[in-house]
């Protein structure tokens, strides 16, 4: 079995809705201060021109999360994947989402330390 340094999230944001969920998630599960957590969605607005604006979120663990190491050690998958209803977040082994990650463009690996 693969050491917990050798673990990651993919998290394919083109699919990302904004939601929140999985920020709300993490804050459940650890209890986070507002303002705190393992994962910060970021919503990015580009102007276009007429008067149109392209909205992306991007979702991003930060360094407070800890790939939520309780609940996988009870073969239990990371509340923020387990939450998000757009599917759009996977955790496994870095070589298992490096291979996912070949497969298409947006999307975003994230390694703990
Ligand atoms: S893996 Fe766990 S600790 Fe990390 S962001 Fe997701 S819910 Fe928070
Ligand atoms: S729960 Fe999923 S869809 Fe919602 S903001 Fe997080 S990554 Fe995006």
Known sequence: MAKQSEYGLLIDYEYCTGCF??????AQEYGWEPGMGG???????QNLPKDKAYLTYLPFPTELCVLCKPRTKKGLKPACVTHCMSGCMTYGTID???EKLKEKPRQVLWAPK
Not at 21 to 26: D, G, K, L, N, V
Not at 39 to 45: K, S
């Open 39 to 45: 994962i910060r969605v970021q919503e990015i607005v």
């Open 21 to 26: 969920t999985c920020q709300i998630a993490c």
């Open 96 to 98: 298992e989402l490096t």
